[in-house]
């Protein structure tokens, strides 16, 4: 998957770069862009089944369109069932420094946060839901159930 998606990548960026020129930009400009998208396929291996840091959620992570999105795909405890099937993750783009940022609904009040996630490992990713700025916020450490990647509707 990661190397279909840096040939994607690669494509879409020759195609732009030759755009570019054509309309007399210079590589100068693409630069960034191409390092985004690079940087992206990298950090892919945030896709899979993660077990929230409770233990009573399994959240599967995948494509949602043009960006990353998590949907409860299973419950370990009963006061959770009905999660199960809701999409509590969404919008997850790029950022910098190997994260990703979005949105993540919080079942203990029903509201939705801004949030900022990035691997750790192979098997933990850090979650951090905030109101203001990242550094206020507090982290969970969630870990990986399997590598299965999904894409959500």
């Known amino acids: 998957m990661k190397k ?9 960026m020759s195609v732009w770069s030759a755009q570019a020129q054509q309309a007399g930009l210079s590589d100068y400009y693409l630069a960034p862009v191409e390092a985004q998208i690079q940087e992206a ?9 993660w077990l929230t840091q409770s233990g009573i959620l399994e ?3 995948g494509h949602c369109g043009g960006a990353l999105c998590g949907k409860v795909s299973k419950t370990l405890d009963a006061s959770a069932a009905a999660a199960l099937g809701r999409t ?3 919008g997850f783009t790029p950022g ?10 919080n079942r203990a ?8 996630m ?7 990713l850090e979650v951090t839901p905030y109101k203001d700025k990242p550094e ?14 999904t894409a959500h509707k």
């Open 59 to 61: 959240v599967d992570i």
């Open 109 to 116: 009040d029903g509201q939705m946060y801004t949030c900022q």
């Open 41 to 49: 396929a990298k950090q892919e291996p945030v896709t899979g089944t």
């Open 96 to 105: 910098k420094s190997g994260t990703w940022s979005g949105k993540i609904f």
């Open 118 to 124: 990035r691997m750790l490992s192979p098997t933990e």
């Open 4 to 12: 279909q998606m840096i040939v994607v990548a690669s494509l879409l």
């Open 88 to 90: 509590i993750m969404e």
């Open 136 to 149: 206020d916020g507090r982290s969970q450490v969630w870990t990986r159930v399997s590598n299965t990647v």
